[in-house]
Antibody
């Protein structure tokens, strides 16, 4: 079975930074595009961005609303995906999910999510 | 304010049928395929439908999707109490260059 496990969530002060990690198993991680989605408390899903696989140049793209504050990276040798979040705002409080991206846009495997709370 | 528009809630009885609509524009649904996700509260979403009407392995055929113009529809027949969840539509938006989602529809099986 495919398993994605996020870590790194917690309480962060406004203006601070946080790095989330996601480790995959049960899939050929290096072949997959990977992405991040978040869900604010009681709200809907928000696509943050994705990173392509090596064959497609590890190209990343992001939601414009992030204003360049977030960076997605990966380490295929560790089957790991990362989300570096900077200049965090209270509005960034959410559960952050990593997901496998199928056919460039479909999220076919999801982690359990990790909660990031931005508060003073 | 979500880019795609869904009804906040729908309800129906066990064994019955329910439809959930998703309305977009020419830059998303009108020019790209649609997906549907099911999310039981407190858990991660699950992909139900992709490419408008295809089901991943393990999704029962009582769940179906369709698209017409700038709108899409999810249909669930033979409703079960286990179908109670939030349902989200999603599509690539060629103007925003991101996947956009609907605000979600809460399905209650009465």
């Amino acid at each position: 079975d495919v398993r994605l496990v996020e870590s790194g969530g917690g309480l962060v002060q406004p203006g601070g930074s946080r790095r989330l990690s996601c480790v995959g198993s049960g899939l050929t991680f290096s072949d997959h595009y990977m992405g991040w989605v978040r869900q604010a408390p009681g709200k809907g899903l928000e696509w943050l961005g994705r990173i392509r696989n090596k064959a497609n140049g590890y190209i990343t793209d992001y939601a414009a609303s992030l204003k360049g504050r977030f960076v997605i990276s990966r380490d295929d040798s560790k089957s790991s995906l990362y989300l570096q979040m900077n200049s965090l705002e209270t509005e960034d409080t959410a559960v952050y999910f990593c997901a496998g991206v199928f056919k460039s846009q479909y999220l076919d495997h999801w982690g359990q999510g990790t909660l990031v709370t931005v508060s003073s | 304010q979500s880019v795609l528009t869904q009804p906040p809630s729908v309800s129906s009885a066990p064994g019955q049928k329910v439809t959930i609509s998703c309305s977009g524009s020419s830059s998303n649904i009108g020019s790209n395929f649609v997906a549907w996700y099911q999310q039981v509260p407190g858990t991660a979403p699950k992909l139900l439908i992709y490419d408008n009407n295809k089901r991943p392995s393990g999704v029962p055929d009582r769940i179906s999707g369709s698209k017409s113009g700038t709108s899409a529809t999810l249909v669930i027949t033979g409703l079960q109490t286990g179908d109670e969840a939030d349902y989200y539509c999603g599509a690539w938006d060629r103007t925003l260059s991101v996947v956009v989602f609907g605000g979600g529809t809460k399905l209650t099986v009465l």
